[in-house]
């Protein structure tokens, strides 16, 4: 059972470039989780999608969008990649009834570096 | 708004000796609380959980939390630290909204170091 798969581990990019983070999850979950994590900040919500067909930003949306490609998959795009935007980016997967707070489960993480 | 705070940023213990981490949090309802373990380099696992009921609740690897509402505390014990306990530690709480998903909002971690 792989649970939350991430690719690429590792991503180089130049400042300007664009690049999509990839992440799967096979437990049949309905909800879906960008977090980036950054030293002394813990982990901070970029975007969520509370089930297939929906997304909505979280705490720190600005310069990426998000995919909600079908149940499994949930990818976070940045358009044109800043220096700030280097971090450590994790995808996470709940299942969500109501308003009932599941437990997150979360990817081994991509190392984005952004020169 | 709901926020986490986690005071010591920080920890080193002798091995064989008790651990107590820190976590409080502010939440207009009652909260979902989490407490996540990351090894270096890797992904968060999951140590233990508090939705409701029982106030001590139990985790995985000997590890346990008190939920206390009245200091808004959900704070960690192991009463003998391990070497391989040696990670960080985040507390989260729960903001789940009805069939909208739930968001976890993480405190900043606590690193924690055994000397043997």
């Known amino acids: 059972n792989a649970g939350v798969t991430q690719t690429p581990k590792f991503q180089v990019l130049k400042t300007g470039q664009s690049m999509t983070l990839q992440c799967a999850q096979d437990?049949?979950?309905?909800?879906m989780y960008w977090y980036r994590q950054d030293p002394g900040m813990g982990l901070r919500l970029i975007y969520y999608s509370a089930s297939e067909g929906t997304t909505d930003k979280g705490e720190v949306p600005n310069g990426y969008n998000v995919s909600r490609l079908n149940k499994r998959e949930f990818s976070l795009r940045l358009e044109s990649a800043a220096p700030s935007q280097t971090s450590v980016y994790f995808c996470?997967?709940?299942?969500?009834?109501?308003?009932?707070?599941?437990?997150?489960?979360f990817g081994p993480g991509t190392r984005l570096l952004v020169l | 708004a709901q926020s986490v705070t986690q005071p010591d940023i920080h920890i080193t213990v002798s091995e064989g000796a008790s651990l107590e981490l820190r976590c409080n949090y502010s939440y207009g309802a009652t909260p979902y609380l989490f407490w996540y373990v990351q090894s270096p380099g890797q992904g968060l696992q999951l140590l233990l959980k508090y939705f409701s009921g029982d106030t001590l609740v139990q985790g995985i690897k000997g590890f346990e939390a008190e939920f206390k509402r009245s200091q808004s505390s959900f704070n960690l014990r192991k009463p003998s630290v391990h070497w391989s306990d040696a990670a960080e530690y985040f507390c989260?709480?729960?903001?789940?909204?009805?069939?909208?998903?739930?968001?976890?909002?993480f405190g900043q971690g606590t690193e924690l170091s055994v000397k043997p």
């Open positions: 989260a709480v729960g903001a789940a909204i009805y069939n909208q998903g739930g968001k976890l909002i």
């Open positions: 437990m049949n979950h309905n909800s």
């Open positions: 996470a997967s709940s299942e969500t009834i109501g308003a009932i707070q599941e437990t997150q489960y």
